[in-house]
């Protein structure tokens, strides 16, 4: 099937800086995707999501970027704290699909 | 209060037992799922039941026969258990949309860490 995969396996970044995780997604037919956080030895936890009609959505301290253009999706954290070392994963979702789909992984490391 | 629940969180077994893991959810979601998760942290849908009812089952040896006896609830049991089926195992749990929806979001447990000897 569709697979999503993240540009980067790892990203180091300054405590105080923003961070931008990437994303490209295959399957046009998706309409739904995800971000979720997973902190060492726990399950992914939600952190946002975006539906296809839209092209951006922001929560705290997080915004999601959604261009269907070129498939491509990210995630941009504020003011990187140490709390947000860990692995990123964006999934996505279909209509026609009742799964999610995941992609590799980023590892955030946070530096103080 | 936990959302979502596994036990046991850690399970070490010998390779040819057979084994099974829970999933409680208490958030009135109606659709469970069975994820595994490799060293490489990739994660791989497994099944998804909504209502008791099996709607998605990947490619997964039938040594592996998830069981929900009632919607707030999905196990795993898998016989004979081999070296490659060490991993995390994850439950999630969501509403479902169904045909006419889209997927909607998914909610995880913390895991179950499996290690076959």
């Known amino acids: 099937g569709e697979s999503v995969g993240l540009h980067l396996p790892t990203l180091s970044v300054q405590e105080g800086d923003n961070s931008i995780i990437n994303c490209a997604y295959s399957?046009?037919?998706?309409?739904?995707f995800i971000w979720y956080k997973q902190e060492s030895g726990k399950g992914p936890q939600f952190i946002i999501d975006?539906?296809?009609?839209?092209d951006k959505r922001q929560g705290q301290r997080v915004t999601v970027l959604l261009n269907k253009t070129v498939k491509h999706l990210s995630l941009q954290i504020a003011a990187t704290q140490p709390g947000d070392s860990a692995v990123y994963f964006c999934a996505e979702g279909g209509a026609a699909d009742y799964k999610l789909s995941f992609g590799a992984g980023t590892t955030v490391t946070v530096r103080a | 209060d936990t959302a979502v629940s596994q036990t046991p969180k850690y399970l070490v077994t010998q390779m040819g037992n057979d084994k099974s893991i829970k999933c409680e959810q208490n958030?009135?979601?109606?659709?469970m799922y069975w994820y595994k998760q490799d060293s490489k942290k990739f994660l791989k849908i497994m099944f998804s039941y909504n209502n008791k009812e099996l709607i998605i089952n990947e490619t997964v040896p039938n040594r592996f026969s998830p069981k929900s006896p009632d919607k707030a609830h999905l196990n795993l049991h898998i016989n004979s258990l081999e070296l490659g089926d060490s991993a995390v195992y994850f439950c999630?749990?969501?509403?479902?949309?169904?045909?006419?929806?889209?997927?909607?979001?998914?909610?995880f447990g913390p895991g179950t860490r499996l290690t076959v000897l």
């Open positions: 999630a749990s969501s509403y479902y949309t169904g045909t006419s929806g889209t997927t909607d979001t998914q909610y």
């Open positions: 399957n046009s037919a998706s309409d739904y």
């Open positions: 975006i539906r296809s009609n839209m």
């Open positions: 958030l009135g979601h109606d659709t």
